[in-house]
Structure formats: C-alpha cells, structure tokens
C-alpha cells in the first residue's frame, strides 16, 4: 500500500517535470527563429548582395567608365 502511494506520487512529479519543460520548449521555440528561417532570410541578403556586385562590377568594367576622368573632374 505504501509502494503504490510512493509509486504515485513519483509518477505525479515526472508528469508535473515533463510538463514544465514542454512549455518552456514551446516559449523558447516561439522566441526563436527556426534555423530554416534564418537561413531563408540570409540566402534573400545573400541574392541582394550578388545583384549588387553584378552591378558595380558593371560599372567599373564599362568602357566609358574612367575613372581617372572622374576624380580630375572634381
């Protein structure tokens, strides 16, 4: 009788520790980013970045582009 009385109250205290940790995992998994967001987020930077390069390599590699026209100029 007092094994099964034991038994519950140990069993009590697994289920109240399981439960405090799922919400704590849920609370941390809604303030934080899943890696899949974040990786979409910087492969969008990343495709910006590279749009931004193709276009200053175009003005630089431009033949009217002279630079040192430019800097005299001002």
Do not use: G
Request: charged fraction near 25%; hydrophobic fraction near 45%; charge should be negative.
């Amino acid at each position: 009788m007092l094994f099964d009385f034991l038994l519950f109250l140990f069993l009590i205290v697994c289920a109240s520790c399981a439960f405090v940790l799922v919400l704590t995992w849920m609370k941390q998994r809604e303030n934080h980013p899943t890696d899949s967001q974040e990786q979409a987020a910087l492969r969008r930077e990343l495709a910006q970045l590279r749009e931004r390069v193709q276009t200053l390599e175009k003005i630089v590699t431009d033949s009217r582009y002279d630079l040192s026209r430019e800097i005299e100029t001002l």
